[in-house]
């Protein structure tokens, strides 16, 4: 009874252990992200007209045409066959939560491409007005000729003048024998 028990219990595991693993006619996880990324991005490209006018609408032919066009670098240069494509997506359809897990590690890639390229553009704008980025970038009391750290002391031409604060107070000290 315990044998059958025990043999049970390893299959269930090595069962459950197997259901995260793709077979391996179809494209892992990684690299069905990295081909539907870049077929996401060819059909952003596709609809683009060839003058970056972006108010001229690319007839829809010619967008097909363009996505073809662009579907076919793509396989080639993942060194895929639209057969071999075509097998990973249906598998991937066929298993929604994996299916989920790729868009889902899409959305992230994206994500961070994203945080990265507007990351940059901040330190580009930082580089070119270093005050652009504080929340109070354009008021007047934070100023190239304010000195903001001696904000109340009254300066001369000479240099600071300290008179007309009021003296520091002295502190008594105790005789060592009192």
């Not at 009874?1 to 459950?16: D, G, K, P, Q, S």
């Not at 490209?45 to 670098?73: E, P, T």
């Not at 080639?76 to 598998?91: I, M, N, V």
């Not at 001696?150 to 007309?164: A, E």
């Amino acid at each position: 009874m315990y044998r059958i028990i025990a043999v049970c219990l390893m299959l269930l595991t090595m069962a459950c252990g197997e259901a995260d693993k793709v077979p391996k006619d179809v494209l892992s996880k990684e690299k069905m992200r990295d081909v539907l990324l870049d077929m996401n991005l060819a059909d952003a490209y596709s609809g683009m007209s060839d003058n970056d006018q972006s108010n001229l609408i690319v007839q829809d032919s010619v967008r097909k045409q363009r996505a073809k066009m662009y579907y076919r670098q793509i396989l080639d240069l993942h060194k895929l066959t639209p057969a071999a494509f075509r097998h990973s997506y249906a598998y991937y359809e066929a298993h929604p939560n994996k299916f989920k897990e790729v868009y889902d590690m899409m959305f992230s890639s994206i994500t961070n491409d994203k945080n990265m390229l507007d990351l940059n553009v901040k330190r580009q704008e930082y580089v070119t007005n270093r005050r652009s980025l504080l929340p109070v970038n354009n008021n007047s009391l934070i100023s190239g000729e304010q000195d903001t750290l001696i904000p109340f002391v009254k300066k001369n031409k000479r240099g600071i003048n300290f008179d007309h604060l009021p003296p520091k107070p002295r502190l008594k000290m105790a005789k060592p024998g009192s």
